[in-house]
């Protein structure tokens, strides 16, 4: 009960914050001079509650509601967070010029790019590192305060810089074990299960206008496809299976 209260008290003064590891249960038994079966029972009153789960990769973690985004629609994830009263944010990490080479060049065409990476927040915790390249005659008309401030998304479509607006994305999502960097950036641990996502989005003419990748920790976000039994749900949003 000791156990338990001293961690109930912590996750209630937002010491422990939503989706934020706890202290591994031998971690748990040293601090508390305790055995491991006792702190077991400890973790298993507050899960009873509500309070705390285990997650694989993870070990136990403060029970949060994860961030969900519906990929049949045309938006941002931050856009569907704020239709749910969660306030989104984003810290700038860094912001550089390049050449496009590779697969980016592939995408976007032989440009000058501006890549941004940014750290999104939701309610002010983290919940993704997000990587964007875009044209540097783009990208580079908007200050780094505009870039913290709002989407890209929604910057390309208030200026009406583009010829064609933004009309379609094309993302793939797969699972991944999360590199260091991330981790520490995400508050998570290494190698712990995470969402790799790809997103290609259009302009109406069909021209490629921003390559992004998203990392997302596992336990922290959902993806949600709608399946119908009509046959336009096999249209572009649909499900794919690769080898």
Aim: charged residues 20%; aromatic residues 6%.
């Amino acid at each position: 009960m000791e156990i338990a209260n001293a961690l109930r008290t912590q996750i209630a003064s937002g010491q422990v914050t939503p989706g934020a590891v706890l202290p591994s249960e031998a971690a748990l038994s040293r601090a508390h001079r305790a055995s491991r079966i006792t702190v077991r029972k400890s973790l298993e009153l507050l899960r009873s509650e509500g309070l705390v789960a285990p997650r694989q990769g993870f070990g136990w973690i403060a029970v949060l509601n994860p961030l969900r985004q519906s990929l049949g629609r045309f938006m941002t994830i931050e856009a569907q967070m704020a239709e749910r009263g969660v306030v989104p944010s984003r810290r700038i990490i860094s912001s550089r010029t390049e050449h496009a080479e590779g697969k980016i060049k592939e995408v976007l065409g032989e440009h000058d790019l501006l890549v941004v990476t940014r750290l999104n927040l939701a309610d002010g915790l983290p919940f993704a590192r997000v990587t964007v390249w875009v044209r540097s005659d783009l990208g580079t008309i908007f200050t780094l305060s505009e870039l913290e401030e709002r989407s890209f998304y929604q910057l390309l479509g208030e200026r009406g810089i583009l010829g064609a607006p933004l009309a379609r994305a094309v993302q793939t999502t797969a699972a991944v074990a999360i590199d260091p960097s991330d981790a520490k950036l995400l508050g998570v641990p290494k190698g712990s299960p995470a969402l790799f996502c790809e997103r290609v989005t259009y302009d109406e003419s069909g021209a490629a206008i921003l390559y992004s990748v998203s990392v997302y920790p596992g336990h922290k976000t959902e993806f949600v496809i709608e399946l119908t039994s009509e046959p336009e749900s096999i249209a572009p949003s649909g499900m794919r299976l690769v080898t």
